[in-house]
């Protein structure tokens, strides 16, 4: 059971719009940690997609968004592509001095 | 740029310890900008912090594997290490390390090493 929750999968058709939520508590997220997303392609490392909630490391496309209000997150895909493909996986800190991983969630493009 | 490679035995009999290496390329491992962390993710699952490193030396661990890790640091190699004694399959799965970086309120990790599967066998 992970401390922040994901579901399980989504889908989309290319060119829709997704949305993945990451639901935490009063001890991570609602303490005001930051949140943090990654998107692994199949048998390949996590990538950094999302930092600090909001914001975008260099290269990744403007299509990814991130946006946080009280103890959730959501991570939003827009024009949805093949190879956006992959699991996600958002990240925060604990105030039991852990740093927490949701669950990880299965994109399927249709 | 930065770069992460993960090093050690794919296989590790149960009772045993896991050693695990993590080479760093690119930079230094004595960079006030970084934390260095070790993540595992068992087959088919998801994702979980094992611990982290600062060069000075300081660590902290995931309470729930504390008793059993021990991270250490190599500043004249550009190395740190992971130690995880008395593993059982449970342990199975590939270990990746990773560059943590902070805003003040909060750890991310960039980059990642490409992770190296490790298997509890007898």
């Known amino acids: 059971q992970s401390v922040l929750t994901q579901p399980p999968s989504v889908s989309g058709a290319p060119g829709q719009r997704v949305t993945i939520s990451c639901t935490g508590s009063s001890s991570n997220i609602g303490a005001g940690y930051d949140v943090h997303w990654y998107q692994q392609l199949p048998g390949t490392a996590p990538k950094l997609l999302i930092y600090?909630?909001?914001n975008r490391p260099s290269g990744v496309p403007d299509r990814f968004s991130g946006s946080k209000s009280g103890t959730s997150a959501s991570l939003a895909i827009t024009g949805l592509q093949a190879e956006d493909e992959a699991d996600y996986y958002c990240?925060?800190?604990?105030?039991?001095?852990?740093?927490?991983f949701g669950g990880g969630t299965k994109l399927t493009v249709l | 740029q930065l770069q992460l490679q993960e090093s050690g035995p794919g296989l590790v009999k149960p009772s045993e310890t896991l050693s695990l290496t993590c080479t760093v390329s690119?930079?230094?491992?004595?960079?006030?900008?970084?934390?260095w962390g070790w993540i595992r993710q068992p087959p088919g699952k998801g994702l979980e912090w094992i611990g982290s490193?600062?060069?000075?030396?300081?660590?902290y661990y995931n309470p729930s594997l504390k008793s059993r890790v021990t991270i250490s640091v190599d500043t004249s190699k550009n190395q740190f290490s992971l130690k995880l004694s008395s593993v059982t399959a449970a342990d199975t799965a590939v270990y990746y390390c990773?560059?943590?970086?902070?805003?003040?309120?909060?750890?991310?990790?960039?980059?990642w090493g490409q992770g190296t599967l490790v298997t509890v066998s007898s």
């Open positions: 600090g909630n909001s």
């Open positions: 990240q925060s800190y604990d105030s039991s001095l852990t740093l927490v």
């Open positions: 690119g930079g230094s491992i004595s960079s006030s900008s970084y934390y």
């Open positions: 490193i600062y060069y000075s030396g300081s660590t």
């Open positions: 990773g560059g943590q970086s902070t805003s003040g309120v909060g750890w991310w990790f960039d980059p």
